[in-house]
């Protein structure tokens, strides 16, 4: 059983930016591919950013492309999004997800999920 936890969500102007963190524990984390996924108000969920286990396979959303980054530290079972020029539609909660497997997956069916980190981005 794989638990999740974010951290570094908040409250930042247009413009700014966020680094969120996902730590992982009870599992063997460098074996997971992991995913972040976002949930505005009145909307599903969806696929933001994904790291396979070696970090050699990256996939982004088109709306988040060359703003986001998303990156892993085996070592310290962290998986990260540093997130730029951040605008008002960027406003959700925040999920990180695990799924073990090779390579990546950008739909929602992972095998675990974190309990979600809230961003909101003011005009």
């Known amino acids: 059983q794989v638990q999740l936890v974010e951290s570094g969500g908040g409250l930042v102007q247009a413009g700014g930016s966020l680094r969120l963190s996902c730590a992982a524990s009870g599992g063997t984390f460098s074996r997971y591919a992991m995913g972040w996924f976002r949930q505005a108000p009145g909307k599903e969920r969806e696929f933001v950013a994904a790291i396979s286990w070696t970090s050699l396979t990256i996939r982004y959303a088109d709306s988040v492309k060359g703003r986001f980054t998303i990156s892993r530290d085996n070592a310290k079972n962290t998986v990260y999004l540093q997130m730029n020029s951040l605008k008002p539609d960027d406003t959700a909660i925040y999920y990180c997800?695990?799924?073990?497997?090779?390579?990546?997956?950008?739909?929602?069916?992972?095998?675990?999920w974190g309990q979600g980190t809230q961003v909101t981005v003011s005009s």
């Open positions: 997800a695990a799924d073990y497997l090779v390579g990546v997956r950008t739909t929602l069916a992972h095998d675990y």
